[in-house]
């Protein structure tokens, strides 16, 4: 058992089923690596606020050589194998995802903090992508167009955008590595993915899992570091043809702004402040659960987590009492201990970032229904009670800002347009939710929405075979689904002629 996994063994009392997944080093041009002068960066435990681990933390320089790598990984790779070949690569990589999901899991949950269920939901959902692309690989048609030209065929073919940076989040350590680099590999591409510091170790323990697949260790690399230079290095350098991240709106702004020196094709997933819309005539122990699932999900930090909670004036004492049942249900704590259903916020800035907005909204007229603090008993850990606050207004800072945390606001409304307005009132636009029976109302709402992903009378969409994006500053390009390939290939028009 390596170091690391036996101290984690002894700290957690979990043990790994295969201790090697436990890496703490970086995936460099082609083999797994020390960063220079042994480098290190702590990641925390966030229930305790501990150091869980270290991790090597590299510089600019290997981000340059993984890149480099990269370069030739790609064009090999893409000359060597079919997309047959390469969807059954992504086959296996998924069935050892499977295979390794308690593993995978425990990993997960000490790093990020969510619960070992949720983790193991995130495990599921990061599987479903690769299993997606591992299919998606074989159905990149290209096109024969009628040509106005006589004698004359048009053709398309779809082919690898080449080198990719990857630039991912703490939230999802998992699935959000698998929804960008399935089908970067699935297309021909390489990647090079500088994880998150808070919660690198997912996504080590993945390209793992990856090369033991087969996967080629100069397509996949994974460079942890704390060097903000080295997410700039990876939308500046020329080599690097596509870059995706997702994170928040000012990094995406300032990271777009970078790509564009050389024209690199890019995905952006960005903020969200979702409304959540609940009509008079909407079932509302649907919507209660619809709430919970969509606010309280990974302690309210997803990008699609319910920000605006807007309730008909006729139901929202009703609304609110279902909501507040089940939310004291929730039972804080570790993640990986048994019974805990909610765990706790990535770090300390987090937690100040809720109070402030409880703090605000308080003070602006809302209503504490339950929770409004820091729990007691659970140490140093960043905690913070899942709170609900009614009679919210426009005026307060939860209605222009993410909170990120597990904050229910509830704004009261009266009128479908105006709720419609205020609901389009940002300049984000990633998801929105809404409640009702009346299905004309239903086909209105979802049009008038202004967001890349509207769920109706559901608290949950996200899944392999959907669109996952924004539109407004939430940003660009999708994630999964039938387009997710064509973010990582561009097409090839082929006029052939004349014939005779
Ligand atoms: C995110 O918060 O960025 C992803 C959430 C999801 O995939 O559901």
Known sequence: MSAAADDF???????????????TQGLVAGRWRSAPEDSKFPVYEPASGTVLLECANFTRNEIIEAIQSAETGQKQYFKSTTAKERGALLRIWHDLIQANKEDLAGILSLENGKTLEEAKGEVAYAASFVAWFSEE??????????????????????EPVGVCGIIT?????????????????????????KPPSETPFSA??????????????TVIHVVPTKDRSAASELATNPIVKKLSFTGSTGVGKYLAGLAS?????????LGGNAPFIVFEDADLDLAALGAMQCKFRSTGQTCVCANRI?????????????LKERVQQLKLGLGIATGVTQGPLVNLAAVKKIESHVEDALKLGGELVCGGKRPTGLGEGYFYE?????NATPDMIVSRDETFGPLAAIFPFSDEDDVVEQANETEFGLASYFYSKDVHRCMRVARALESGMVGVNVGMMSAAETPFGGVKESGYGREGSKYGLD???TIKAVTLGPGQ
């Not at 050389?262 to 952006?268: D, G, I």
Request: net charge positive; aromatic share 8%.
């Open 204 to 217: 080590l323990a993945l390209a793992e899992l990856a090369m033991r697949a087969g996967i080629p260790s």
């Open 386 to 390: 899942p709170t609900i606050v009614k």
């Open 169 to 193: 989040p703490w939230n999802f350590p998992a699935a959000m590595i698998t929804r960008k680099i399935a089908p970067a590999l699935a297309a021909g591409c390489s990647v090079v993915i």
């Open 9 to 23: 063994a002894k700290r957690y009392s979990l043990k790994l089923a295969d201790p090697s997944l436990l890496i």
């Open 310 to 322: 807007f309730i008909h004036r006729d139901v929202v004492d009703t609304f609110a009492e279902k």
């Open 487 to 489: 973010e990582y290939q």
């Open 137 to 158: 690989a074989t159905r990149s048609y290209g096109d024969v167009i009628p040509s106005s030209y006589r004698h004359t065929t048009v053709m398309t073919f779809k």
């Open 261 to 269: 020196q050389t024209m690199k094709k890019v995905s952006m997933e």
